[in-house]
């Protein structure tokens, strides 16, 4: 017998997990297995797609993704096995005894064939016309077999209308193929429970609850469905037509503010394996194409540090000097619009625990129609502000109401980097080959500690560096500054620091271990936040919550496709980069310095840095928005 | 309409409508103990009767010999094929020898909840089902201390469905039960193994379970004596359609098709439907054919047309039935059933081409078996041996097409 | 709805609950019962399941919308179910058919406007040998002819 663990996705999409023998020497440990006349020793429950992986035979795929559960639902993956009469889903057979297993026999390859032109015939729409043209998996299949013919014909008219309503995310039911990735994204991997398959049969399609649109549901716009969607069923919603508007309109002035996590994937865009980073290459691309200035959002994830650190040194001071009971601890970052959205539906009554500080994108919309205008000497009006961000849900933020402190929209389009890349394709530049460049004044470079940000734990490792500074006068303990417990691609992590030997300033926290939590994911988020309603958070100071797995670097609006593997690289990426920076603190960049000594003179967390850096919090329902 | 009582005692059968009297069956098992039961079903021979034929000695061994904290056994009433209503007569005129089966099946594997899954179209008889349990619940038939074995402990729940053929395969039953949508699971691993909230279960028919008693009470070796030596005892069939005397007849396997048409006095039969809507249709030529499990295997449906039905139309009624009860979940049972369905609309239009009728029958060929359950790999069975088996009505009728 | 409509339903449900039990595997018969009483699952009562069961409210639309009788749109006092499957085709559903909607002035698949009655098909009851054969709400009628289907049509309230 074997024990499913307890999860929401129903048991007919749960992988078959026979228990991997520890020790795989032992008999019984494991299995010989025939694959097309070649023999193998696999372990004891490894799936026949598993096997086939690891002995480089190609088996075809589409509802099977490496970071969700199994669901053998597309039946492409089937193969033939000697003794079987029907043929069996690579993805889902555990191999338990000694099989003979064939790819691909004249059944095997009619069947392929047939699956394919069966998904064709009701996949509306053509390739020429569909932003995943050359990056479609239905696709690739469709070209890996030969296809040239609609043999059961082809569908003609949309049978669904398009989902247009949310401003991050847009569904066109008429191009799914029902792999059901993307419910299992939302109810397992994030645990948020949005997508599901709606009637039987042929009615058959995903949907939200009562069939509404997406706006008026929960969803948090995290966007790790449209990464793992293999069609164009699931997309961003592209702002580029307006962007190109503006940047051809002589009359605006179209600054772009690009983060981290987007500069160490976008050469995925371009062919380049993950892990290499272009941000001067970026730099270079971005002014060709037309943008007037191209700024470092990592100033402002420097600018973020100081304000939440001094929020959290504020809050620190009212619970151990003023006894106040009433102020919030644990302090959790709000720098992660999907999470804001999460925390704002699924746990109102929290909301005070939410640092007020914007994310770095909405201070740098802030500072930019304000300071910048100001410095530059242009009438804010004429400016326009676009995020590179890696992350669908900065769309939304950039939306809501509260956004406005400048006087104007303070951000007025978030754009993915798969969006930018495509922006960058249009005007014949190739990226990885352009000349590197710096960012432009007066933000300059920004510190390393704003690279980080992309990671999960970024933000913590960045707030520490400071913050320990800042209470100590003495670097963080940690080799090279790289705060190793905070990295890593862990569900929950936890860890602390002691604080000994304060500067007068601080000394109320003399001995205080301070203990901070860091998540990613929103499944994870959710621990987080039982274990504070559970009051296991009761000594915890610090708690970094990221939406979506990985950290920004996985975010929603990254190159398709994503798994572990790539998004290790990534940070691999975003780590290597900083530690070639020179100035690795926030509190030490230069442009920080600058802007509070001109700008924000009445310091972090005061009553002119809270009129524009900092924000609150909406509550909405925990069902319908 | 007749009391029920009254038609039990009309019906005649060797095996199941045989003489048994209540809580013979739990009784002797009792005595019996668990080997001993294995061993008389195994020598009895005993396949499923839901159509798939699964032996059930070999279901109960496996789930009686794996390791687990709790085992159920889980009663199939979801009758939902079309032409079958053999279930329906079981449950009203024989719950004893269900229940019993269910409760000999408890003791054997362990478990101690029966589930009995039936299906929503059923609920009329729920109260008297109900009824039933709770006087087997007075007479020490069921509960705690079973007829005074110690620790043996069992309880039989009903459970009702809502309306889904798809959820008579047993995997989509289980998951039916554990509140899902009732999608058929990957198998492996199979019910025996990973069942019910993940524990060994044994899904049985509700005849299969109804023979049981029978067995315990007579011995497997009687069992044998019906039927022949693959497919052996006697089956339910279910015959309705254009005959006389349609209902529920008990007959040993190896009796062939003619000898039924007979005893149904069916004139002027064309075509006989075998096995519901998933199973073959058979022309005049093959009426010698036996009903058994290595010949033409059934659940018990038959269903009889006369010379004056339109084979086309039945065969639409067919595909239109597995269109709106397909689960939706693998692409070529969704899209296949459609797209057969379609090919038949061409045929009646007459604007068809025969070799888009064969790329049909291949794709019907491949549903066969890459389908992800029982439904998506039978239902082209009709279309394909429909439009075989007539193809000269047919297409006649229906011009050549171009 | 009206808030004291809400709140016996809020409390119906949390009485089926304390019945079948908060498990998923009593979301079923949790649904069941309350389209027995109610002749449908209305938005919030799926969302009072959904709270109480902590399940995500989707999943409760998701499993109501893949069975042919759980509903959730309101339906008449009465869901009248005619077979459609080839026995009962044989033996002429299709009379019955035009019968019943003659007299009712809907088609199937509509509700009439005094709320009384709803038409469905319905595949294979298991009636094949009374054949035509139709359930109202779970009682079964069969070898249905047309004097019989109006008489029965008139009955029921």
């Keep these: 017998m074997v024990k499913r663990e307890k999860s ?100 095997v390859r009619k069947a392929r064939r047939h699956i394919i032109d069966l998904l064709l015939s009701e996949h509306y729409g053509e390739c020429y016309s569909c932003f995943r043209n050359g990056n479609c998996e239905l696709q690739s299949l469709a070209k890996e077999y030969g296809v040239d013919g609609f043999t059961f014909g082809h569908i003609d008219t949309a049978r669904y209308e398009v989902d247009r309503s949310s401003a991050a995310v847009i569904r066109d039911m008429s191009k799914c193929i029902l792999c059901k990735r993307c419910v299992r994204t939302c109810i397992d ?58 940047i051809d309109d002589p009359v605006k002035h179209v600054v772009i503010q690009t983060a981290p996590s987007p500069r160490a994937a976008i050469g995925e865009e371009f062919g380049i394996e993950a892990g290499k980073s272009f941000t001067g290459e970026m730099n270079t691309a971005l002014r060709r194409i037309g943008f007037d200035k191209v700024f470092d959002t990592n100033f402002t994830a420097d600018l973020t540090i100081m304000e939440e650190g001094t929020e959290l040194l504020n809050r620190l001071k009212k619970a151990l000097v003023e006894k106040d009971d009433l102020v919030k601890l644990p302090q959790f970052t709000s720098c992660s619009p999907g999470w804001i959205k999460f925390i704002e539906h699924f746990y109102p009554e929290y909301l005070d625990y939410l640092s007020t500080a914007k994310s770095p994108q909405q201070m740098f919309g802030a500072i930019i129609k304000t300071f910048y205008a100001r410095e530059a000497k242009i009438d804010a009006k004429d400016i326009v502000t676009v995020a590179l961000m890696p992350c669908s849900a900065k769309k939304f933020e950039c939306n809501r109401p509260e956004m406005n402190s400048s006087g104007y929209k303070d951000v007025d389009y978030g754009l993915t980097t798969r969006e930018m890349a495509q922006m960058i394709k249009e005007a014949g530049i190739y990226l990885p080959e352009m000349p590197k460049s710096n960012f432009d004044e007066p933000f300059g470079d920004a510190s390393g500690a704003g690279l980080i940000f992309g990671a999960t734990g970024g933000v913590m490792e960045a707030a520490l560096r400071t913050v320990y ?27 602390s620091v002691k604080l000994e030997n304060c500067v007068d300033d601080y000394k109320f926290l003399e001995g205080v271990e301070l203990k901070f939590v860091v998540a990613h994911g929103t499944a994870n988020a959710k621990k987080v936040m039982e274990m504070l309603r559970r009051g296991e958070l009761n000594d915890v100071h610090f708690v970094e919550i990221m939406a979506c797995p990985g950290g920004c670097l996985g975010g929603g609006g990254q190159p398709i496709p994503t798994n572990a593997e790539i998004r290790k690289k990534r940070a691999e990426a975003i780590y290597a980069e900083e530690e070639t920076l020179e100035i690795r603190k926030s509190h030490n960049n230069p442009h920080v310095k600058y802007i509070y000594k001109k700008f924000l003179t009445e310091g972090p967390c005061s009553k002119l840095s809270h009129k524009l850096l900092h924000t609150h919090y909406t509550k909405r329902g925990k069902y319908i928005s | 309409m007749e009391s029920i009582t009254e038609r039990k005692k009309t019906r005649t059968g060797p095996v ?4 048994y009297t209540q809580g013979e069956g739990i009784r002797k098992a009792l005595q019996l103990g668990r080997g001993n039961i294995l061993f008389e079903l195994k020598s009895s021979g005993l396949r499923g009767r839901g159509g798939a034929g699964f032996p059930t000695s070999t279901k109960w061994m496996l789930t ?43 003791f054997t594997i362990g478990a101690k909840l029966g589930l009995v899954y039936l299906r929503g179209e059923y609920e009329y008889m729920l109260k008297s089902l109900q009824d039933y349990i709770q006087m087997m619940r007075n007479e020490n038939l069921l509960g705690k201390n079973i007829l005074g074995k110690n620790d043996f402990n069992f309880d039989i729940e009903i459970r009702l469905g809502s309306g889904s053929y798809v959820c008579g395969e047993e995997t989509a039953l289980i998951e039916s039960l554990e509140g899902y949508r009732g999608e058929p699971r990957n198998r492996p691993p199979f019910p025996v193994d990973t069942g019910y909230m993940g524990n060994p279960t044994v899904v049985n028919n509700v005849e299969t379970l109804a023979s049981v008693p029978h067995i315990i009470t007579k011995g497997g070796e009687w069992f044998r004596v019906y039927g022949t030596s693959k497919s052996t005892g006697s089956k339910l069939f279910s015959v309705s359609g254009d005959c006389e005397k349609p209902g529920v007849y008990e007959l040993p396997w190896g009796t062939t098709i003619n000898e039924l048409l007979k005893i149904v006095e069916a004139k002027n039969t064309k075509a006989v439907q075998v096995g519901g809507a998933s199973g073959v249709c058979l022309s005049k030529s093959q009426f010698n054919r036996s009903f058994a499990y290595e010949d033409v295997a059934t659940g018990g449906s038959v269903i009889i047309f006369n010379e004056s039905r339109n084979m086309l139309k039945v065969l639409k009624n067919f595909m239109e039935f597995f269109v709106e009860e397909s689960c939706g979940q693998c692409t070529p049972c969704r899209i296949g059933n459609v797209k057969l369905l379609e090919g038949i609309e061409l045929i009646e239009k007459g604007k068809f081409t025969f070799s888009y009728i064969n790329k049909l029958k291949d794709l019907g060929r491949t549903m066969q078996v890459a389908s992800k359950c029982g439904l998506g790999q039978s239902s082209p069975n009709s279309f394909i041996s429909i439009l075989e088996n007539f193809k000269d009505e047919i297409f006649q009728t229906n011009g050549r097409g171009k | 709805m009206l808030v004291m409509e809400r709140n016996t339903l809020s409390e119906e449900i949390e009485e089926l609950i304390k019945i079948y039990g908060s498990e998923r595997s009593s979301l079923l018969q949790i649904l069941q019962a ?23 409210p989707v999943e409760v639309y998701s499993v109501i919308s893949f069975y042919s009788f759980l509903h959730s749109e309101p339906q008449g006092r009465n869901i009248v179910r005619l077979c459609q499957t080839i026995s009962c085709d044989m033996k002429g559903k299709e009379d019955v058919k035009s019968t019943v909607e003659k007299e009712l002035g809907i088609k199937f698949g509509e509700t009439t406007k005094d709320k009384r009655i709803t038409l469905e098909f319905t595949n294979c009851l298991g009636m094949c040998d009374q054949g035509p054969a139709m359930i109202i709400n779970e009682r079964v009628y069969t070898r249905l002819n047309t004097e019989k289907v109006i008489q029965i049509l008139n009955e029921i309230k």
């Excluded at chain 1, 749960?14 to 025939?34: C, H, L, M, N, Y």
């Design chain 3, 34 to 56: 309350i389209q027995r009483k109610h002749k449908y699952i209305s938005d919030f009562a799926q969302q009072e399941v959904a709270q109480l069961m902590n399940i995500h």
């Design chain 2, 64 to 106: 009686a010999a794996s390791i687990a904290e709790e085992k159920f056994i889980v009663c199939n009433a979801d009758e939902g094929e079309p032409g079958t209503f053999k279930d329906r007569v079981l449950l009203l005129e024989y719950p004893e020898l269900v229940f019993e089966g269910m409760v000999i099946a408890g």
């Design chain 1, 189 to 246: 991997l994030q645990e948020v429970g949005v997508l599901e398959a709606l009637e039987r049969g042929h009615e058959t399609h995903i949907g939200t609850f009562l069939n509404k649109p997406l706006a008026d549901v929960i969803c948090i716009n995290c966007g790790q469905c449209i990464n793992r969607c293999p069609t164009a069923a699931l997309r961003a919603n592209d702002p580029s037509d307006e962007i190109w508007m503006a």
């Design chain 2, 16 to 19: 199941l409508f045989s003489s």
């Design chain 1, 469 to 495: 500074e800042l209470v100590t006068g003495r670097e963080v303990p940690f080799k090279n500054l790289n705060i190793e417990p905070c990295r890593g691609f862990e569900g929950v992590k936890q860890a």
């Design chain 1, 8 to 107: 929401r996705i129903p048991v007919s999409q749960q992988p078959f997990t026979v228990k991997k023998p520890e020790d795989i020497t032992t008999i019984g440990g494991t299995v010989s297995v025939q694959i097309n006349e070649k023999k193998f020793t696999v372990p004891l429950g490894t799936t026949i797609l598993e096997a086939c992986k690891e002995n480089q035979i190609h088996i075809p795929t589409l509802c099977h993704h490496p970071d969700l559960c199994i669901a053998g639902v597309c039946r492409i993956c089937v193969v033939e096995i000697e003794g079987m009469r029907t043929l069996q889903t690579a993805c889902s057979f555990p191999i338990t005894s000694p099989i003979k297993i064939h790819t691909s026999t004249p059944m």
